[in-house]
């Protein structure tokens, strides 16, 4: 049964920091692409960042380059999204996705507010 599960949300003021984690299960995910996405209220989800299966490629959705960093460590199939110099408009729930078995977690919220 593959399992996607989230971590590492909460309340930060802004430029504050946070690091997600999404530990994954069920699947070979060392051979699987691994992608970020949010989806803030009343608005569509959207790709924050990708990343390849060594993860030797990386991508990012323009709003968050620079402040934003995904990895992943194969050996604990765990995939991670840091995020710094947080802003408001980065408050949304945030969610792990395997492109390559269409599964999502259950999302951790990120609240940005002072």
């Known amino acids: 049964q593959v399992q996607l599960v989230e971590s590492g949300g909460g309340l930060v003021q802004p430029g504050g920091s946070l690091r997600l984690s999404c530990a994954a299960s069920g699947f070979t995910f060392s051979l699987s692409a691994m992608t970020w996405y949010r989806q803030a209220p009343g608005k569509e989800r959207e790709l924050v960042a990708s990343?390849?299966?060594?993860?030797?490629?990386?991508h990012y959705v323009e709003t968050v380059k620079g402040r934003f960093t995904i990895s992943r460590d194969n050996a604990k199939n765990t995939v991670y999204l840091q995020l710094n110099s947080l802003k408001p408009e980065d408050t949304a729930v945030y969610y792990c996705?395997?492109?390559?078995?269409?599964?999502w977690g259950q999302g951790t919220q990120v609240t940005v507010s002072s």
């Open positions: 990343i390849t299966s060594a993860g030797g490629m990386t």
């Open positions: 996705h395997a492109p390559s078995v269409a599964s």
